[in-house]
């Protein structure tokens, strides 16, 4: 049977931080914004929120639209520049997706948040090709059972402790933690998945 692994996307593919820095440096070149107001604006939205997972692109553009005048379509577009998303990928995966795909493993996704700007993050980093199509999960909430059971017996490798430990009752699932905080690589971790 093929061996099955399961990703995380924020901070475990793709460097979120680095990504909110690159996407609000080139809203504020390309259209000539100030920095600091589009952070004001953008923490404006983010205040009103109950959740930090409740966080939406289409839903922040918006807002920037409305307090800057500044065209929506204007705004998606210099926001979502392939070339952000390319250079926020951490280093090591592009080589591990490679391997792990060439030693014939299937590999998928388990992520939280929007799907369309999940979908987005793997598409416009060029990674989407890597991961089996029935193999994308991305809900609103993934640390319920009914989620974890889609996964039937997998490997999943994330960044975020809470998520190992919720995983740990399940027995079909293998977990890997990450930690990008203490600058371990994908590459550091091969023996294990294997
Ligand atoms: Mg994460």
Not at 108 to 133: R, V
């Amino acid at each position: 049977m093929k061996k099955v692994i399961y990703f995380d996307i924020d901070r475990t593919l793709v460097d979120s931080v680095m990504i909110r820095e690159l996407t609000r440096n080139g809203m504020c070149r390309e259209l000539n914004l100030n920095r600091e107001t589009i952070n004001k604006i953008i923490d404006e939205y983010v205040s009103t929120l109950d959740n930090k997972n409740d966080f939406n692109r289409e839903e922040m553009l918006k807002h920037i639209s409305l307090k800057t005048g500044v065209r929506y379509d204007l705004l998606k577009n210099a926001h979502d520049k392939p070339k952000y998303y390319v250079d926020a990928l951490f280093d090591d995966v592009i080589p591990t997706l490679t391997k792990l795909k060439n030693d014939g493993c299937s590999l998928g996704i388990f992520s939280e948040g929007f799907t369309d700007y999940q979908m987005d993050k793997l598409k416009l980093s060029g990674i989407y090709k890597f991961f089996d199509e029935d193999k994308i999960i991305i809900v609103r909430k993934k640390l319920r059972e009914d989620v974890v059971e889609k996964l039937g017996e997998a490997i999943v490798i994330d960044d975020w402790v809470e998520v190992i430990d919720y995983l740990k009752s399940f027995p079909k699932i293998k977990t890997i933690w990450l930690d990008r905080v203490n600058e371990v690589k994908l590459t550091d971790l091969l023996n294990e998945i294997k």
